[in-house]
């Protein structure tokens, strides 16, 4: 059974860095495109990140470029993603997710394995 299982979330002030895991297993995740979603209290989830299947491109959100860094390592199974200066505005719950094809995109529908979700609160 193919599984996404988030970690790394947690409680921390603005400004600071934070690094979320995504462990993969139950099928073959080195070969497709992964992403990072967020969910907000009444808010959609949307898109934060997404890496190509060999890490080589990656997308952001105009949100959190510059800020946010994503990477993979296929090896182990595994997908990150590196936030740094931290806004109250990121506090969300985060999900990875598995793409149906090689490259990121932005649209949520491309997007056929997911999570569970770790959350990340940002106090001001």
């Known amino acids: 059974q193919a599984q996404l299982i988030e970690s790394g979330g947690g409680l921390v002030q603005a400004g600071d860095s934070l690094t979320l895991s995504c462990a993969t297993s139950g099928r073959t995740f080195s070969n497709v495109a992964m992403a990072w979603f967020r969910q907000a209290p009444g808010m959609e989830r949307e898109f934060v990140s997404g890496i190509s299947w060999d890490g080589r491109r990656a997308l952001y959100a105009d949100s959190v470029r510059g800020r946010f860094t994503i990477s993979r390592k296929n090896a182990d199974n595994a997908m990150y993603l590196h936030m740094n200066s931290l806004k109250p505005e990121d506090t969300a719950v985060y999900y990875c997710?598995?793409?149906?094809?090689?490259?990121?995109?932005?649209?949520?529908?491309?997007?056929?394995?997911w999570g569970q979700g770790t959350q990340v609160t940002v106090s001001a």
């Open positions: 997710a598995s793409s149906l094809g090689q490259v990121a995109t932005f649209r949520r529908n491309q997007y056929n394995y």
